[in-house]
């Protein structure tokens, strides 16, 4: 039996890997899967994998990206998780005088932790709405909540976090949502240390393999809606509605063009250098994708 710990925020997304683990399916090909929730993030994610607090990661595709091809992290990523984009919610202060994307240029936005995606996505947005992107200033929150106490102190003007993760939030009055941003890519992916990618291949890929059939069984299911939102405290339409947006990897498979596209949007953003976008693919993975 080989243990290994795998860890990706405490989120609807990664409901498959949790029922997985509970109903012991991981136990057939002789993994001990353990999951740890991250709170912090991507950012986060991407220091214990370095550290070896984590083997496995699910994060967000821009921020591993980014993190291997800058030579940060030495880790592979075995597949897309998640194969359609996130929506973020831009959220501010809820008393503010903010009202829309625009009243936010020069303004300060909150983020987990550098390299994080709500710091790239910040950048995204930056893109879209022409603004300098050096002119972008952050304020590192750690998690949700420490976002939420930013902008009630008025210490951010903007926080950019899941929508329907913060509804709950909007509902209570602690933020204010005003519009959204949606990733150019499938969101999440599934990372592994460098060493175990090598290592441990075979017993990988049995894996996504079984993740892939445990969210199809999910994606499927009858009751579905109510067993998402009574675990994520999240109302019945919200999960209808973000069901509707999102899909899982149900067959594992390559998306070699959306990983162009990535890489592409991360040097002209200037988050990567040109020349650590090289020969990308050889990267990233264990192997070229064909």
């Known amino acids: 039996m080989i243990d290994l710990k795998i860890g ?132 590192v929150i750690g998690d949700v909540e420490g976002g939420l106490t930013s902008l009630e102190k008025n210490e951010s003007q903007a926080f950019l976090w899941e929508k329907y993760t913060t509804f709950p939030y909007t509902e209570k009055a602690r933020c204010r949502y005003i519009d959204e941003v949606v990733t150019p890519w499938p969101c999440f992916v599934i990372a592994v240390r460098e060493d175990l990618a090598i290592e441990q291949a075979d017993l990988l890929a049995k894996m996504c393999e079984i993740i892939g059939q445990m969210a199809a069984t999910l994606k499927t299911s009858d009751d579905v809606v109510e067993i998402i939102g009574w675990r994520y405290n999240l109302r019945a339409g919200q999960v209808a509605n973000w069901l509707i947006e999102t899909d899982w990897n149900y067959l594992g498979k390559e998306y070699k063009e959306e990983f162009q596209k990535t890489v592409d949007y991360l040097v002209r953003l200037k988050l990567i250098d040109p020349e650590n976008a090289e020969n990308w693919n050889e990267k990233l993975f264990p192997k070229v994708i064909e």
């Open 8 to 139: 990706g925020v405490p989120e609807h997304f990664n409901l498959p890997w949790r029922l997985a683990i509970e109903e012991g399916h991981f136990k057939y090909i002789d993994l001990n899967l353990t999951w740890e929730d991250q709170h912090m993030g991507t950012g986060e994610m991407v220091k214990k994998l370095a550290n070896g607090e984590l083997d496995i990661a699910v994060l967000l595709t821009e921020g591993i990206t980014k993190a291997i091809l800058q030579d940060k992290l030495k880790a592979k990523i075995l597949q897309v998780f998640i194969t359609t984009p996130l929506h973020w919610g831009i959220h501010v202060p809820y008393h503010s005088k903010i009202m829309t994307v625009d009243d936010l240029k020069g303004q300060t936005f909150a983020i987990s932790r550098y390299g994080s995606g709500s710091h790239l996505m910040s950048y995204v947005k930056a893109d879209q709405e022409g603004w300098n992107a050096e002119d972008l200033k952050f304020n």
